[in-house]
C-alpha cells in the first residue's frame, strides 16, 4: 500500500511502461530477473540496462534481452 491508495505490482509496472517512450535507454534499477525490461525491449524497442543484487536473476535479465547488467551487493 502506497499512503492511502493500494496497487498493486503489477498495476505499478504497467504504469511504468507507459511512462516509457518508444525507443528510449533506460536503465532498470533492482531489475531482478528483467520482466519490465523484456516488455520494453520487445514492445517499445527500448535498450535497457539493469542493476540488481541477485546476479543469478540478473543472468535471467540477460537472456532476456538486457544490453548490461550491474551486480550490486552493498
Do not use: P
Not at 511512462?19 to 520494453?40: P, Q, R, T
Not at 527500448?46 to 535479465?61: P, R, S, T, W
Amino acid at each position: 500500500m502506497y499512503g492511502k491508495h493500494k496497487i498493486t505490482i503489477t498495476k505499478l509496472i504497467v504504469n511504468i511502461f507507459n511512462l516509457i517512450v518508444d525507443g528510449s535507454y533506460c536503465l532498470d534499477i533492482g531489475c531482478h530477473s528483467g520482466n519490465l525490461g523484456e516488455a520494453l525491449i520487445k514492445y517499445k524497442k527500448c535498450i535497457v540496462d539493469g542493476v540488481d543484487q541477485n546476479i543469478k536473476a540478473l543472468e535471467i535479465a540477460k537472456k532476456r534481452g538486457y544490453r548490461n547488467i550491474y551486480h550490486h551487493n552493498h
